[in-house]
């Protein structure tokens, strides 16, 4: 059984900066590839950012290149999000998600075959 633990949700003014983590525990050998997704209020959930296994090659929504930085540390089985320059319509639920597939990072979320419970981000104006 795999599951995925997230932390660092919360309520930040536009501007300000949140650091979400996302541990992958129970089955945990191998490396994983890891993403980030949101479902802001009454919409779809939506691909935020990933990297993928070995290389670390990442990949970002458009809407938040330049602003949100993934990582991941191997050794802890453990996945990140910094997020800064926060704006008002970065408000959603986020969900990490976690695959063994190879190849490119995947930005639809049936590619996952885990996932977190989700963390509330709330950025006021």
């Known amino acids: 059984q795999v599951q995925l633990v997230e932390s660092g949700g919360g309520l930040v003014q536009a501007g300000g900066s949140l650091r979400l983590s996302c541990t992958v525990s129970?089955?945990?050998?191998?490396?994983?590839?890891m993403a980030w997704f949101r479902q802001p209020p009454g919409k779809e959930r939506e691909f935020v950012a990933g990297?993928?296994?070995?290389?670390?090659?990442?990949r970002y929504a458009d809407s938040v290149k330049g602003r949100f930085t993934i990582s991941k540390d191997d050794t802890k089985n453990t996945a990140f999000l910094q997020m800064n320059s926060l704006k008002p319509e970065d408000t959603a639920v986020y969900f990490c998600?976690?695959?063994?597939?190879?190849?490119?990072?995947?930005?639809?979320?049936?590619?996952?075959?885990?996932w977190g419970q989700g963390t509330q981000v709330t950025v006021s104006p």
């Open positions: 990297i993928i296994r070995i290389s670390r090659a990442t």
């Open positions: 129970g089955r945990t050998y191998g490396n994983y590839a």
């Open positions: 998600a976690a695959n063994q597939l190879p190849g490119d990072v995947r930005i639809l979320d049936g590619d996952y075959d885990y």
